[in-house]
C-alpha cells in the first residue's frame, strides 16, 4: 500500500439513485482492503446537502472521494458534477463518474467539467463488482487523497 | 528609581512617599497619580514599577489591574489593597500582579523591599519568557531540518533500492555465492535505512504540528486502533481487551493513538504466547490527571534496560528475532510528553510488561492550569 | 490487455534515475508501448504542444527544473488541446499543501512515488488496471 495511512476512515460519498447498485457497491467497498465509510444519496439535491452539511446532514463528514451516477432524478448528473467542481470547498474532491452511459459525448462532457475519471458500469453482476474493486485498489491504497482545505491551510509553514 | 504611585487618597499617597524616602538608599522619585486615567497617560515614561490602588474614582478592583497590565506590559505591578481585601489581592496575584501590600500594615522598609523584589521577579520572568521561545524556536527548527532531510533521504534511498534489485533480478546468475551475499546484504541494508527514514519522519512530524487540544475519548482510540488492526490480531490469535470504563482526557487526538498505537502494538508483536494477550484500562484518576495501563503478557523487559527503551533506534533484540527500528517507544513518550503527560513502565523477562500512560484528564473546562505531571 | 500496451505515456521527470525505474516498472507492469520523456518543465509544454505526438496519459512530478510541475498542469488543462487529458501527478512530497494544490490545479489523481520498487509497480499495475482497463479517457487530439 503506497500512500499514508489517515487513521480514520477514507469517506466516500455515492450519488445514485438505483437501489441494486447501491447495494452491488456498498458491498464491494465493505469487503475492500483499506478502513471505509459508503455514505449514498439518492439524487443531486441531496447531494449537494450533504456537502454542505445541511438539515439532516448537519453531522455529515466530508468526502475523501465522490462517485457519481449521471442519471440522476430531479436534477442531472451533469449538472451535479458542475455545481461540486465550481465550488471553492469541494472542487478538489476527486469525482468519479460512474454511469451506464458509452457515449464518446459523455465521456468528453465529464472530463471537461473536470470530472477525475469515468467509468462505465458493466451489466454484468460480476464485473460490475470487479469495476468496483478496482476503483478502490487505486482511489484508496495508492492515490493520496486531498485534504480539506482548512487543514492544509493549517499546515503550510 | 521612578515609581509611579496610583492612589487617590492624598493623606496614603503622602505617607508611602514619606516611607519610601526614608527607606531607600539609592534616590527614589515617586510620581503620583490620583485616578487611572492620569496614570496611563504617563505610564510611558521611564517608570521602574507601578504602586496601585485598586479602588480608584474611575477603576474599581481586578479591572483596574488588568487595564494597567494591557497599557503597561513590561512594568511591574505592586497592588495596594485594604485589610478586607485579601481575596482580591490573591486573585491580583494570579492575573499578574508581582506582590500586594495591605494598607497600614507595611512600613518603609518591607516597602522598599517588595518593591525591589517585584522588579526583580518581573526581570527573571522576562528572561524566562524570552529562554523558553528561543527554545521553542530552535526545537521547531529541528523538527522542520529532521522532517526535509528525512524526506530528502528518501530519493536516493529509491535508487538506492531500485538499482540493487534490478542487478539480483538480471545478473544473478552471472554473480558467485559471494556476489549474492554482498547483493543481498545492500537489499537488506536499504530496506532498514527505509523504515529507519520513515520512523525519523513520524517523529518529526509528531513535533511540526502544535497539539490541538479536545476532549478525546480513549476507549473510542483503542477500539480504532483494534479494528483497524483486526486483520493482524486474527493472524497471531491475539486478544485485545478493554478493562471497564475509561475516562475521557483533554488530549490531541493524534498524538493520543500515536501512543497507544505504539504501546498496544509492541505488546502484541513482542510476545511469544500461544495467544498473545494486551489489557488496556485505568489505573488511577488524581488531581486533573489519569493513568493508563497497557498490560501485556509478552516477553518483558529486564530492569537494567528499561530507561534505554525509549531512546530513539534502541532495539533490545537481534533484528532476526524481532523486526522493528525501535523508535516505536520514543514516539509514544514524545507524544504523551507533548501533552504534558508521562510514559513509564513497569515488567519482568519473562513475566509481561505494564506500560502506564498519565494524561491530563477532561474536566470540562478545557483551560490547562495545573503543574507538569 | 490491448490498450494497456499500445497506450502512449508522457512521462514528465527530472531525475535519470526515476526515470530509468519507471522505464522498467511500466516494461514489467506491461504498461505502454511508447513512453515520451521530458526532464524539465520547458521540454514537457513543448513537447505536449507537438502535434505529431500524442499522449493518452501523463505522469507529472511536481519538482522539475526551468517551469514547476504545477504551472504545466496549469497550462495543460488551460490549453484547447489536452484540457481532459489524464494526469496523475506523481512525487516524492506528501505535504497536503501540494496535494490540494495538484488536485485544485485539476490534477485527476496524485500518487506518492514509492520508495521501493516493488510497491512502483503494483501500484503501476493498479494505475494502469485502473486507467486503461476500467476507465475510459477521453479520445487524444
Redesign the interface.
Known amino acids: ?4 495511512q489517515l ?2 476512515p477514507v469517506e466516500i460519498l455515492l450519488i445514485e439513485d438505483n437501489p441494486g447498485d447501491v447495494r452491488l457497491t456498498r458491498e464491494a467497498f465493505i469487503d475492500g482492503k483499506v ?1 471505509n465509510n459508503l455514505h449514498n444519496v439518492p439524487d443531486g439535491v441531496e447531494a449537494l446537502a450533504f456537502l454542505d452539511r445541511r438539515g439532516e446532514y448537519a453531522g455529515a463528514p466530508r468526502p475523501d472521494l465522490i462517485l457519481l451516477d449521471l442519471n440522476l432524478p430531479k436534477r442531472d448528473g451533469r449538472e451535479i458534477l458542475a455545481d461540486i467542481k465550481a465550488d471553492g470547498r469541494f ?4 469525482v468519479v463518474v460512474l454511469t451506464t452511459s ?1 457515449a ?1 459525448e459523455d ?2 462532457r465529464s ?2 467539467l ?1 470530472a ?5 458500469k458493466p451489466i454484468d453482476l460480476d464485473q460490475f463488482i470487479k ?1 468496483v474493486k ?2 478502490e ?3 484508496l ?7 480539506a ?1 482548512e ?2 491551510a493549517g ?3 | 528609581m521612578r515609581v509611579m504611585l496610583v492612589e487617590d487618597s492624598s493623606g496614603d499617597a503622602r505617607l508611602i512617599e514619606e516611607m519610601l524616602r526614608e527607606a531607600q538608599v539609592a534616590p527614589v522619585e515617586v510620581e503620583q497619580a490620583n485616578c487611572l486615567a492620569g496614570a496611563l497617560e504617563r505610564l510611558g515614561d521611564g517608570f521602574d514599577v507601578v504602586l496601585l490602588d485598586l479602588g480608584l474614582p474611575d477603576s474599581q478592583g481586578l479591572e483596574t489591574l488588568l487595564r494597567t497590565r494591557e497599557q503597561a506590559p513590561h512594568l511591574p505591578i505592586v497592588v495596594l489593597t485594604g485589610f478586607d481585601d485579601q481575596e482580591q489581592a490573591l486573585q491580583a496575584l494570579q492575573l499578574g500582579a508581582q506582590d500586594y501590600l495591605i494598607k497600614g500594615e507595611f512600613a518603609g522598609a518591607p516597602l522598599s523591599r517588595t518593591i525591589r523584589y517585584a522588579i526583580e521577579r518581573h526581570q527573571t520572568e522576562g528572561m524566562l519568557r524570552q529562554t523558553l521561545a528561543e527554545l521553542e524556536s530552535r526545537t521547531a527548527e529541528m523538527e522542520t531540518f529532521t522532517y526535509s532531510v528525512s524526506h530528502d533521504l528518501k530519493e536516493p534511498l529509491r535508487g538506492l533500492e531500485a538499482f540493487s534489485r534490478f542487478l539480483v533480478e538480471d545478473y544473478a546468475d552471472v554473480l558467485d555465492d559471494q556476489g549474492r551475499d554482498y547483493l543481498n546484504r545492500i537489499a537488506k541494508a536499504s530496506a532498514r535505512l527505509k523504515d529507519m527514514i520513515e520512523e525519523l519522519l513520524t517523529l518529526a512530524r509528531l513535533g511540526r504540528r502544535p497539539p490541538q487540544l479536545e476532549r478525546v475519548n480513549i476507549r473510542r482510540v483503542v477500539e480504532d486502533f483494534l479494528a483497524a488492526n483486526e486483520m493482524r490480531l486474527k493472524e497471531s490469535n491475539a486478544e485485545a481487551l478493554i478493562e471497564g470504563a475509561l475516562p475521557d482526557v483533554l488530549a490531541d487526538l493524534t498524538r493520543v493513538e500515536q501512543v497507544f498505537g505504539n504501546l498496544i502494538g509492541n505488546g502484541l508483536k513482542f510476545n511469544k504466547s500461544a495467544r498473545p494477550s494486551v489489557q488496556v484500562g485505568l489505573a488511577d484518576v488524581t488531581g486533573g490527571w489519569v493513568t493508563f495501563f497497557v498490560r501485556d503478557n509478552g516477553i518483558g523487559i529486564a530492569p537494567e534496560y528499561q530507561e534505554r527503551i525509549f531512546g530513539i533506534f534502541q532495539r533490545l533484540h537481534i533484528r532476526e528475532e524481532y523486526e522493528g527500528t525501535g523508535a516505536g517507544l520514543a514516539i509514544a513518550k514524545r507524544a504523551a510528553e507533548a501533552l504534558g503527560g508521562r510514559v513509564w513502565l513497569e515488567s519482568e523477562p519473562g513475566a509481561g510488561s505494564t506500560f502506564y500512560v498519565c494524561l491530563p484528564l477532561w474536566e470540562g473546562s478545557g483551560r490547562i492550569s495545573r503543574k507538569r505531571a | 490487455m490491448n490498450r494497456f500496451r499500445r497506450a502512449t505515456i508522457f512521462l514528465a521527470e527530472d531525475n535519470p534515475d526515476d526515470i530509468e525505474i519507471a522505464r522498467r516498472a511500466f516494461k514489467r507492469a506491461g504498461l505502454g508501448s511508447e513512453l515520451i520523456v521530458a526532464r524539465d518543465g520547458e521540454e514537457a509544454l513543448r513537447l505536449l504542444a507537438d502535434e505529431r505526438l500524442r499522449p493518452d496519459f501523463v505522469l507529472l512530478d511536481i519538482k522539475l527544473p526551468k517551469i514547476d510541475g504545477f504551472e504545466v498542469l496549469a497550462q495543460i488543462r488551460a490549453s484547447e488541446r489536452h484540457a481532459a487529458l489524464p494526469v496523475v501527478v506523481m512525487s516524492a512530497s506528501s505535504r497536503e499543501e501540494d496535494v490540494l494544490r495538484s488536485y485544485q490545479l485539476g490534477g485527476n489523481s496524485y500518487v506518492q512515488k514509492p520508495v521501493v520498487f516493488q510497491e512502483f509497480m503494483e501500484a503501476l499495475e493498479i494505475m494502469g488496471s485502473y486507467w486503461f482497463k476500467v476507465a475510459r479517457l477521453p479520445r487524444s487530439r
Open positions: 500500500m503506497v500512500r499514508e487513521g480514520r478502513w472542487a478538489a474532491i476527486p458509452r464518446e465521456v468528453l472530463y471537461g473536470h477525475n475519471c469515468y467509468v462505465v469495476v478496482s476503483i485498489s487505486f482511489w491504497c495508492i492515490v493520496q487523497l486531498p485534504p482545505m487543514s492544509a499546515r503550510a509553514a
